[in-house]
């Protein structure tokens, strides 16, 4: 209301500072009359900057400003056009940082790990036929479960995860090599974490896979090759 009046008075000056006091406390950032005047006073005495700022404010909380003269209107439908474009760009140069990400190795790991668990270790080398081309290394521990059969189809669907992982990464790739650890005891009792499975896999073969209707248990016999130890052998 103070505000009000010394707006009603001319005080122009004086009256913003107050709207602008309970526009940032968060009083009147969604009044429309309050930000269009605030608006109109900088638009008209040249601070740009300051009556973006506030044009910022009313976006954030979806209100059209109450501005009263062309030149004002003008400058918040340039000003929201500006901020959508500035949105497009920033939302466009994200997907291509996180696209890039997702091809190196620490991208690829967190990819992975956010399926199969933490324990994964990625390498990405170059193929030697083509050095634009890439052999995937992917070193992961296999979970342990209630059975050696559940900790054997475990594996099974790692493989399948990782696969499908690297598969939609966008990394031009020529093989996958995955290797499974687990820990194993041997007959004194002494545990060591040792590779229990071995696979390699040609993009050939992994881009023609359906992951909609791909059963896991068929994920040994798409390999080029592939190695158990006895412990995981059924």
Known sequence: ERADALWNEGNKAEAVAI????????WLDDDARALGRVIDYHVESGD??????????????????????DVAR????????????EEQERIAAEKIAAEAERKT?????????????????????HY??????KNV??????????????????????????????????IDYVEIAVFGEFPLVDQLGNSSTEVVVKATYKVNTVSQINWDNFLFDNVYEVAEDHWLHPAFRE
């Open 105 to 125: 190795p620490s991208g690829l790991e967190k990819a992975i790990a956010a399926k199969v668990g933490e324990g994964v270790s990625v390498e990405i080398n």
């Open 74 to 85: 003008d400058f918040v439908t340039q000003s929201k056009a500006d901020h959508l474009r």
């Open 137 to 170: 290394k992917v070193r992961w521990r296999i979970g342990d479960n209630l059975t050696n059969a559940m900790i054997r189809s475990s594996a099974q669907i790692d493989i399948t995860k990782i696969l499908q992982t690297v598969d939609e990464s966008g």
């Open 128 to 133: 030697f036929e083509n050095p634009e081309r």
């Open 19 to 26: 709207y602008t006091q309970e526009i940032d406390g968060g």
């Open 48 to 69: 740009l900057e300051q009556a973006k700022r506030i044009v910022l404010v009313a976006i954030e909380n979806d209100v059209a400003p109450a501005t009263s003269t």
